[in-house]
């Protein structure tokens, strides 16, 4: 089974600090994303990457930053947090295909910015 | 306009009974692909099924179907005997052409199995 391991369910930081949510998938896939989820908004796509080195911004990346060192790590970072980007994080990775393969999630990560 | 629509904000079924949750999908790309997750309330998002916009039959996956709909653009979820383990949010998710890149999710269903 596909595994998709983020870093932490809950983190508490505060204004201004920067933060890092980490993502590890062991199922060697080439495409990793980034979401965030609040109520009546659903998922919204923050970066993707589909390959070592590179990522794509997604709908609404402002105020984040990501980074993909190896394969199976996929980092976002809030330069500098705001209580605006309290909300759940996803993580998600996918094999590369003809658009048929589907996303496994990690567990989320629900942080708040006090 | 929104791609993917789910009319339901919530429902409830009781045990044992099937259950179709709606979603109506606007794209004008012939080649798409459609996706059900479950959300239980602990966070994970769970894979259900899949539908390619060429797939000539419903796709099944256990007491999962989908009800593709090509020219209504439906994709309507059916859960057979449904479980008090089905309670959870449901999101149908559309893919627009043959990439890997993101999936746009509709806002959700909140389904509730009643005892």
């Known amino acids: ?114 | 306009a929104q791609k993917i629509t789910q009319t339901q904000p919530g429902m409830f079924v009781q045990e044992k009974e099937a259950v179709t949750l709606d979603c109506t999908y606007d794209t004008s790309d012939p080649s798409y692909g459609l996706f059900w997750y479950k959300q239980p309330s602990s966070g994970e998002m769970i894979f259900l099924i899949y539908q390619g916009s060429y797939d000539q039959q419903n796709a099944t996956e256990g007491r999962y179907s989908l009800n593709f709909q090509k020219a209504r653009k439906s994709a309507n979820l059916v859960i057979s005997a449904s479980q008090l383990g089905d309670s959870a949010m449901y999101f149908c998710a559309m893919r627009e052409g043959g990439r890997d890149d993101k999936i746009i999710f509709g806002k959700g269903t909140r389904l509730h199995i009643l005892p």
């Open chain 1, 1 to 114: 089974d596909v595994k998709v391991t983020q870093s932490s369910r809950y983190l508490v930081k505060r204004t201004g600090e920067k933060v890092f949510l980490e993502c590890v998938q062991d199922m060697d896939h080439e495409n990793m994303f980034w979401y965030r989820q609040d109520p009546g908004l659903g998922l919204r796509l923050i970066y993707f990457s589909y390959d070592v080195k590179m990522k794509e911004k997604g709908d609404i990346p402002e105020g984040y930053s990501v980074s993909r060192e190896k394969k199976e790590r996929f980092s976002l970072i809030l330069e500098s947090a705001s209580t605006n980007q309290t909300s759940m994080y996803l993580c998600a990775s996918s094999l590369s295909g003809n658009g048929n393969q589907p996303q496994h999630f990690g567990d989320g990560t629900r942080l708040s910015i006090l």
